[in-house]
Nanobody, 126 residues
């Protein structure tokens, strides 16, 4: 059973930065890691995805975070990072990491595409 543990959320002023971490309990040859967020009263949406492993390296970002957020892999620690810069109040949400084993990220956008989830970490920009 895959476990994902997140950390790094908090309160930050507009224009500030935060870095989220997601550490997985397993290691597989190829997988898609994604960061989602969900604000109160809104649907969960993907903000960044990254294919890792065989044929990996491709990154995808939503239009709302492109140029401000960066997804990356800290390979030795089996940890995926989300660096968030120039944060805006509209970025306030619960952030979740998610994993889909054995697939590249192409075509994977919906929460239902990912069977494994972290517990979530709150990001508040105010």
């Amino acid at each position: 059973h895959v476990q994902l543990v997140e950390s790094g959320g908090g309160l930050v002023q507009p224009g500030g930065s935060l870095r989220l971490s997601c550490t997985a309990s397993d290691a597989t040859a190829r997988y898609c890691m994604a960061w989602f967020r969900q604000a109160p009263g809104k649907e969960r949406e993907t903000v960044a995805r990254m294919t890792i492993g065989v044929g990996g390296g491709t990154k995808h970002y939503s239009d709302s975070v492109l140029g401000r957020f960066t997804i990356s892999l800290d390979d030795p620690k089996n940890t995926v990072l989300l660096q968030m810069d120039n944060l805006k109040p509209k970025d306030t949400a619960m952030y979740y990491c998610a994993k889909r084993v054995g697939r590249r990220c192409v075509g994977l956008r919906a929460p239902s595409d990912f069977p494994y989830w972290g517990q979530g970490t709150q990001v508040t920009v105010s």
